[in-house]
């Protein structure tokens, strides 16, 4: 069946730094990749997303590629600020299921000043 | 903007008990799904429907059933609470036309079950 795995957290920065949070999905066919953010006490709301292979979906300063070749969706910015201090999950979605996600275990970023 | 509102966000109960979870959009969405937030378990689909009366089980639907008698309102039904069912419960809806599968979720009810 279809999964997600992201990268073990917790993941602890600094203002500014360079975040990278990682992806990888098994899926059959062509799915589309998405990352949610859920802030503190909040639901799950869409960050970007990537229909096709080679995609970069970006969104307030993040951005993640859709790589085939690797089954990857890593999540980058290039500089951190506290305000990006939430769980991040990465998730895949295919056509023919019925509109469901399938998500992966969730990320925690901690940004300190 | 699509308004995705549970009824409690936070519930307390006891075991033995039976607990109705609540949930309504508002933007007509055909699907509609519950999910559970666990530590390092991420999102787990318990239940979905695509249509008024329709219901699919997720991947841990034991212990759980739903309802939905209208479009807009999705009910998660814990039968009869168990400690083990302490957990935070989301919902989200979606279109089901290709291509609007974006999921919106509601804030989410933390349970205790006692």
């Known amino acids: 069946g279809d999964s997600v795995t992201q990268m073990e957290g917790p993941v602890t920065l600094s203002e500014e730094a360079f975040l990278t949070i990682n992806c990888t999905y098994t899926a059959t066919g062509y799915p589309s990749l998405f990352w949610y953010v859920q802030y503190p006490g909040e639901g799950l709301q869409l960050l970007l997303k990537?229909?096709?292979?080679?995609d970069k979906g970006s969104n307030k300063g993040f951005e993640a590629t859709y790589r085939k070749e690797t089954t990857s969706f890593h999540l980058e910015k290039g500089s951190v600020q506290v305000s990006d201090s939430a769980v991040y999950f990465c998730?895949?979605?295919?056509?023919?299921?019925?509109?469901?996600?399938?998500f992966g275990q969730g990320t925690i970023l901690t940004v300190h000043p | 903007d699509v308004k995705v509102t549970q009824s409690s966000r936070y519930l307390v109960k006891r075991t033995g008990e039976k607990v109705f979870l609540e949930c309504v959009q508002d933007?007509?969405?055909?699907?509609m799904f519950w999910y559970r937030q666990d530590p390092g378990l991420g999102l787990r689909l318990i239940y979905f429907?695509?249509?008024?009366?329709?219901?699919e089980k997720g991947d841990i639907p034991e212990g759980y059933s739903v309802s939905r008698e209208k479009k807009e309102r999705f009910s998660l039904i814990l039968e009869s609470a168990s400690t083990n069912q302490t957990s935070m419960y989301l919902c989200?809806?979606?279109?089901?036309?290709?291509?609007?599968?974006?999921?919106?979720f509601g804030p989410g009810t933390r349970l205790t079950v006692t």
């Open positions: 990537a229909t096709k292979a080679d």
């Open positions: 933007m007509d969405h055909e699907n």
């Open positions: 429907s695509y249509d008024v009366k329709m219901k």
């Open positions: 989200a809806s979606s279109f089901i036309r290709t291509g609007s599968y974006e999921q919106y």
């Open positions: 998730a895949l979605f295919r056509p023919t299921s019925y509109g469901k996600l399938t």
